[in-house]
């Protein structure tokens, strides 16, 4: 598949996941033309408020390197360290743009992606030395956007800077009739002039390329929709996956509820839909707790373990599905349930103490509960 086609296909936004991972890597949207309009606008304002400054120290500085020293002339060896005097006072004059103009080269970087070091961009790229490559960028739509740029850039700013020269003309031919201070700040106001315009219409052109270079950006990154799939089952596992460690999970709970049905004191059946085994120790439980509960088949299973382990069983249908509802296993039962199920213990307690010597059997009598509706195993309301 060519790389055209590839790039047809990647109708798909790019992830967070994506847009991150690219961000790690360097990859994150450039802009020049910010980069050039925040150097060279932060550069003729520094310039504009230390100009005064500058220029003292300069005249100085000049002074300085143009006076004669005798004592040189007798002593050569002293003329590296008056060269490197001279060097440190021209830094020191200029150290204030130089500062603000390396500031915001920071600036750019802040303002399209952030701040961000990635070492993975040093590494060489060894597909991008494909001259087949290098030709479809040169020659492709890229090279076409390119092109409109760059001679977008030339007829914006070198407008600029002839307007701004047509602007500054007649002051700049005036300047040998007048005194050389004045001539001189007459020429220093001419250039900002033209700084000053040179940067609106460079700040014009980064207007319409940071968009432009989010848009591309964004566009490189776009995923098909295989890409978003695999992506998922990245990150939220596959689903085939998934579904069975929920089928390994729930035989797990299964398995554990049916070793503990043989602990149970009684399980409370609907008469085969429901079942619930209940366990009370009055020495180590504030309330009874639910050790197992099912519907359906596993309500059979819960019956057939109790029956093998002579566990009673007691129908109660109203209790059964209220414990289903409102219960949940391995934790104690709902409050509003605890006079029911009391009633229902101390009638297996009394089976259990019975003898035919005592009189008649002990019977349950009608187990009030508060009707509350139990979510059906089948959505069949009439269980």
Known sequence: ????????????????????????????????????VAV????????????????????????GAFAFDPALLDRPDRLLGHFGHLTLQ????????????????FIAPAVMGGLRFSGQSLQPQFNRLNPMAGLKRMYGGEGLVELVRSLLRVALVGGAGALAM???????????????????????????????????????????????????????LR?????????????????????RMRQVARAMAQRRMMEAVPS????????????????????????PRVVAMGVD??????????????????????????????????????????????????YVYQLRRWHPAHGPMPTLGAVAVEPTPAPPADGNPSR
């Open 1 to 36: 598949m060519s790389e055209e086609q590839s790039q047809e296909d990647r109708t798909e936004q790019p992830t967070e996941k994506r847009l991150r991972e690219a961000r790690e890597k360097g990859q994150v949207p450039r802009s020049r033309e910010l980069s050039n």
């Open 40 to 63: 060279l606008g932060a550069g003729t304002l520094a310039l504009m408020v230390t100009g005064p400054m500058a220029a003292r120290r300069a005249h100085d500085w000049m002074r």
């Open 90 to 105: 021209l830094v020191v004059a200029v150290l204030p743009v130089l500062l603000v103009a390396l500031l915001a080269c």
């Open 166 to 220: 047509l602007a500054v003309m007649p002051r700049l031919l005036r300047i040998p009739t007048m005194d050389l201070a004045v001539a001189a700040g007459v020429g220093v106001e001419a250039a900002f002039t033209i700084l000053l315009w040179t940067v609106g219409a460079m700040g014009l052109l980064a207007l319409a390329d940071v968009p432009w270079q989010r848009f591309q950006h964004i566009r490189k």
């Open 223 to 243: 995923m098909t929709k295989q890409e978003l799939r695999d992506e998922f089952k990245q990150t939220e596992g596959n689903p085939e996956v998934k579904g």
């Open 264 to 287: 149970a004191d009684v399980v409370v059946v609907n008469p085969t839909h429901y079942a619930v085994a209940l366990k009370y120790d009055a020495d180590k439980m504030r309330a």
């Open 297 to 346: 088949e596993i309500a059979l299973r819960i019956r057939e373990v109790a029956g093998k382990h002579r566990i009673a069983l007691v129908e109660a249908p109203p209790l059964a599905r209220a414990l289903y509802g409102q219960a949940k296993v391995d934790q104690e039962i709902p409050v509003n349930l605890y006079a029911a199920v009391a009633q229902v213990l101390t």
